[in-house]
T-cell receptor, first 113, second 118 residues
Framework: DQQVKQNSPSLSVQEGRISILNCDYT??????FLWYKKYPAEGPTFLIS?????DKNEDGRFTVFLNKSAKHLSLHIVPSQPGDSAVYFC????????????FGTGTSLTVIP | GAGVSQSPSNKVTEKGKDVELRCDPI?????LYWYRQSLGQGLEFLIY????????KSGLPSDRFSAERTGGSVSTLTIQRTQQEDSAVYLC????????????????FGSGTQLSVL
C-alpha cells in the first residue's frame, strides 16, 4: 500500500511563476516530512523538510506547508527557475513507523524559460 | 570518496541469473539504506543497516534478495535467479545517525544501478 502519494506525475510552469507540488499521506503516525529533488542519472538530494509539529517551513525560494488534518503537504517554489526542472519526491518518516522513509512516486517539474 | 558510489551503473542480465550490486557509502556514515524504483513507482524500501545492529530486512520482496554490509562500510545487494519484475533502479543511501527519536533527514543517495532483466 502506498502510504505517501503524489497524484500529479508532471507539472509545467513558466519561469518566474510559482510551482506548487502536492503530496498526500495516509499514516497519521508520521512525524517528519521531506522533499527530495532528483535530476536524471543522479540520486535524489535532500531539499527541505518539516516536522509534524509545524505547519510551514521556508528556505529561500522553497516553502513546505503541512496540513495535518487533511494529511496533505505541498512544496512551493517561488520564483521558479529552469534549473528547478527535476523530479520531486515527497517522503515521510515516523518514530514508530520503522526505519524506512516512505516515498511518493514523484512529480516531474518542467520550468519553461 | 566524496559521495555514495554505486556500481555498476547499468546491469543487463538474463532471467534466472544472479546479480550483485555494490554500494560504497560516505566514509563515517553508519546508516545505509537500499531502495529500488520500478517504472512509475515510488522509491521502495528494501533494507536498512545501522552500525553493528541486525539489519532491518522488512522491505526485501522475496528470499531471492539478500544484502550484507562488511566492516560497517561497503554493502552488496544480491538478487538470485533474477526475474523480469526485478528490473528497476536500485538506489543506495547513507547517512549519519541522528540522536534517538530524531530523523536522519540527510540521506545521501548514490546515482543508482539500472538493472534490466531480459
Amino acid at each position: 500500500d502506498q502510504q505517501v502519494k503524489q497524484n500529479s506525475p508532471s507539472l509545467s510552469v513558466q519561469e518566474g511563476r510559482i510551482s506548487i507540488l502536492n503530496c498526500d499521506y495516509t499514516n497519521s503516525m508520521f512525524d517528519y516530512f521531506l522533499w527530495y529533488k532528483k535530476y536524471p542519472a543522479e540520486g535524489p538530494t535532500f531539499l527541505i523538510s518539516i516536522s509534524s509539529i509545524k505547519d510551514k517551513n521556508e528556505d529561500g525560494r522553497f516553502t513546505v506547508f503541512l496540513n495535518k488534518s487533511a494529511k496533505h503537504l505541498s512544496l512551493h517554489i517561488v520564483p521558479s527557475q529552469p534549473g528547478d526542472s527535476a523530479v520531486y519526491f515527497c517522503a515521510a518518516w515516523g518514530l514508530n513507523t520503522g526505519n524506512q522513509f516512505y516515498f511518493g512516486t514523484g512529480t516531474s517539474l518542467t520550468v519553461i524559460p | 570518496g566524496a559521495g555514495v558510489s554505486q556500481s555498476p551503473s547499468n546491469k543487463v542480465t538474463e532471467k534466472g541469473k544472479d546479480v550483485e550490486l555494490r554500494c560504497d557509502p560516505i566514509s563515517g556514515h553508519t546508516a545505509l539504506y537500499w531502495y529500488r524504483q520500478s517504472l512509475g513507482q515510488g522509491l521502495e524500501f528494501l533494507i536498512y543497516f545501522q552500525g553493528n545492529s541486525a539489519p532491518d530486512k522488512s522491505g526485501l520482496p522475496s528470499d531471492r534478495f539478500s544484502a550484507e554490509r562488511t566492516g560497517g562500510s561497503v554493502s552488496t545487494l544480491t538478487i538470485q535467479r533474477t526475474q523480469q519484475e526485478d528490473s528497476a533502479v536500485y538506489l543506495c543511501a547513507s547517512s549519519l545517525v541522528a540522536a534517538p527519536g530524531t530523523v536522519n533527514e540527510k540521506l545521501f543517495f548514490g546515482s543508482g544501478t539500472q538493472l534490466s532483466v531480459l
